[in-house]
Every structure is written in structure tokens, then in C-alpha cells.
């Protein structure tokens, strides 16, 4: 594991550990085993399947097939995005699936998965029954959905999509819904605030993101204002669904570069590659395209594999970016996109495997033997996260950080 020495060494760190006995002597010249147990890195995926297989929404074939997949699905990641889109968790007027996306999330995070929600406020999917109210019941309705869910999840879930696809909000013109009248007559930053400031109510403690998939300079702006006037804004979310093509190394720096400036976290929130027909480039909005069949094809295959790897190697270079979450795991989901790491069947694509053999693999310290000196101590370089150290049968836990005193363990 060569992180500290390398591109990611913002990534990494040397840890020294003083191992002492039961009985407090030091532990010299004894043979200890080492292993990794979690990145500090958010390695994400959205996880939608969840709520339906925990709640016995499933058929036994559809059952079967999601199980398979949460077993993959565990092994790469340790961050999970679950929906919270406010047209199917409250269809019905006060009747949230609060108890249906809770007893997911308890069984997700029972996991060792860390969760976000998705999202509080859109324009997109949201509750239908707005249209009936007037622009003051719609806003208060908006805030009343925030504070409800913010702090019915606190604890469980405390990292939220806030707000998403604001640049466009007050704009939006595919059909009429709630959220974009009252962004309309209150404006983007007003709405904003408002969002921001009510979930924070909720759960001071709680990571807010804005998100969205204008990565241009009209994104930047907007973020410029809302700085300005005082949003607490905790990570900026940055859509890259590349249906039409992998941005490529220039253009994501090139985004990065334009983000980094705010010095805020950065989340690179929905990560998509294609492995099949990529939509044609005169197509601008990815939701009008529409065919029957959308298959994976072995070329496709081969390069959304080399482009996740170039992507993934890109973005963590990147001190400023704090999470990855890829969309969706398995084919067919959004669009019917063949943008999954797995097929509609389960089989692994070659860009799951080559995820796995970055995170668990060059970015992983495995067991690794080390000998401890006369003063009990070993130094252990790794990515930043949590560590197990194992001595005479039994196993303890130490973090690896940037905090440079040593960590003293009795076993």
C-alpha cells in the first residue's frame, strides 16, 4: 500500500500503535496481524431496493435475484443512498412510508453502510397533491416535509440531498408541480435558505448537500449567491451521468477546478457510464430517450470498465472530493440504462470487478504481519479509516488520521 507516497498521500497516513498487555507491559518483539475494515472515503451506490425486499414487496424470483445482489453490493461499498422522493413516500396526503424506508435504512446500516437521503426538495417527483394548494400552503407543506423526515431519521440517517437541480427549478417546464411555483415566486436563493435552515432545525448535526447535474459555470454561480447570503451549505453534489459518453480526464478536472474554489466538501453524487449504445449527442434532455431494448454489449462492457477506473483514479486525486456514489448497481434502472456494475441477471461486470480491485484491492491494506519493537510500537501507513489489529486471539479497533499522536492499545 503505497498511498502515502503517492498521488492519493492526501488520502493516507502513518499511524503508530503502542500495543501493552492485560497486565500493562508493553507488548515487544511480538508478532501482530493488521487489516483494514472501512474507508473514511464515501465508496457509494444508490440503493433503492431495499425498502421493497426488507418489506416483503418482492416476488421469490425477484427476491432471490436481490439478495444475490446486496451481497455484492456490501463487499465494494460502505455509503448508501436511499430514496426519499416525496411523490412515491407520501402518494397520499399524510400517509408517509416512514416505517417502510426506516426498517430498510435500520437493516442497511446494520451493514456498516453510512446513509444519505434523496432528496427533501425537488421539482421532479414530488407529491401531486401540492397542486391543490396555494403557493404559501405548498411552502409551509415543504416545510413541514423537512422537518418530519429530518428528524424522524436523525441518527440513522444524517446526510441529506437538501435541495436538487435548483439551476433549473424556477424554470422547469415539462409539466407543472408545487416546488417550481413557490421557487418561482420566492426565487432560488430565498427557497434555498429556507430548505437549508429547516432541515438544520431538524438535526443540527446533519451534512447538507445541494445537488445537481448543471456542472457549468450557471451552477457555480448560483452557489456564489447562496454563499453570500449566509446558506449553510455543507457539500456541494455534482451529478455526472455520462449516457452520452465518459466526460473524459480533461473535463473533469475542468469541473473539479470549478467547484474546488467555494472550499467546500465535494460529493459527486450520481455517477453513471454506460456499457452498451451511449444516447446520441444532439439529445438534450437523457429522459427523452427512449428505445425498447437497451442492451450491455462485450465492447460496452470493456469500456465502462477502463472509464470507471480512469474516473474513480481522477476523482480521488482530488483532495477536495469526499464521496463517489455510483447510479444505479444493476441495469435497467434509470432510463433501462445498461449503467449498472451488474447485469438484470446478477453477472458481475468486468466494471464492478475492476471498482472492487481499486477499493478493496490498491486502496486496501489486507492482513499484513508486522513485529512490534522494544517499546511495544508498530507504524502502520493506510488510507485513511478504520483498522483491526489482531495479537494472541483476540482483535481491537484503532482509526487511522490525519491526527498525528500515537494510539495506545491494550489487548
Request: proline content about 4%; some cysteine; glycine content about 6%.
Amino acid at each position: 500500500m503505497s498511498a502515502a507516497n503517492s498521488k492519493y498521500s492526501h488520502r493516507a497516513a502513518t499511524k503508530t500503535i503502542k500495543l501493552s498487555g492485560a497486565d500493562g507491559n508493553v507488548l515487544r518483539d511480538t508478532e501482530v496481524i493488521v487489516e483494514q475494515t472501512n474507508h473514511k472515503f464515501l465508496f457509494g451506490c444508490s440503493q433503492f431496493d431495499a425498502i421493497p425486499y426488507v418489506n416483503n414487496m418482492f416476488k421469490d424470483a425477484e427476491k432471490e435475484r436481490a439478495e444475490q445482489r446486496f451481497e455484492k453490493f456490501f463487499d465494494l461499498f460502505n455509503f448508501a443512498t436511499i430514496p426519499f422522493y416525496w411523490g412515491f413516500y407520501e402518494q397520499i396526503k399524510g400517509q408517509p412510508m416512514i416505517n417502510e424506508t426506516k426498517k430498510a435504512a435500520q437493516w442497511l446500516a446494520s451493514h456498516g453502510l453510512l446513509l444519505k437521503g434523496h432528496p427533501l426538495c425537488w421539482h421532479t417527483i414530488t407529491a401531486p397533491w401540492l397542486l391543490d394548494m396555494t403557493n404559501e400552503e405548498i411552502l409551509a407543506a415543504q416545510m413541514s416535509r423537512i422537518n418530519r423526515d429530518v428528524s424522524e431519521f436523525s441518527g440513522l440517517i444524517d446526510i441529506w440531498d437538501a435541495i436538487n437541480e435548483v439551476v433549473i427549478m424556477p424554470v422547469f417546464d415539462k409539466y407543472d408541480n408545487g416546488i417550481t411555483r413557490i421557487c418561482k415566486e420566492l426565487g432560488r436563493i430565498k427557497l434555498v435558505r429556507k430548505v437549508f435552515e429547516e432541515a438544520k432545525k431538524a438535526n443540527l448535526g446533519a451534512i447538507l448537500l445541494i445537488n445537481d447535474f448543471n456542472t457549468s459555470e450557471s451552477y457555480a454561480i448560483l452557489l456564489e449567491g447562496l454563499i453570500e447570503a449566509g446558506v449553510p451549505i455543507d457539500a456541494i453534489g455534482i451529478q455526472s451521468h455520462m449516457h452520452q459518453g465518459y466526460w473524459g480526464v480533461e473535463k473533469t478536472l475542468e469541473v473539479l477546478e470549478r467547484f474546488s474554489r467555494f472550499g467546500i466538501p465535494l460529493h459527486f453524487t450520481e455517477n453513471t457510464l454506460v456499457s452498451g449504445n451511449l444516447i446520441p449527442p444532439e439529445i438534450e434532455d437523457l429522459n427523452d430517450y427512449q428505445v425498447e431494448e437497451w442492451p450491455s454489449t462485450p465492447e460496452g462492457e470493456e469500456r465502462q470498465a477502463r472509464e470507471v477506473v480512469s474516473h474513480y483514479k481522477t476523482l480521488l486525486e482530488n483532495p477536495n472530493v469526499e464521496s463517489i456514489t455510483w447510479w444505479d448497481f444493476a441495469d435497467g434502472a434509470w432510463l433501462g440504462a445498461p449503467s449498472g456494475l451488474v447485469t438484470v441477471d446478477n453477472r458481475v461486470k468486468p466494471a464492478y470487478n475492476e471498482l472492487y480491485n481499486l477499493v478493496k484491492g490498491e486502496w486496501w491494506l489486507k492482513p499484513t504481519k508486522y513485529i512490534t519493537d522494544e517499546n511495544g510500537e508498530i507504524k502502520v501507513s493506510g488510507f485513511l479509516g478504520d483498522y483491526e489489529v489482531s495479537c494472541h486471539g483476540k482483535k481491537i479497533g484503532f482509526t487511522i488520521d490525519s491526527a498525528n499522536e500515537a494510539v495506545e492499545l491494550k489487548i
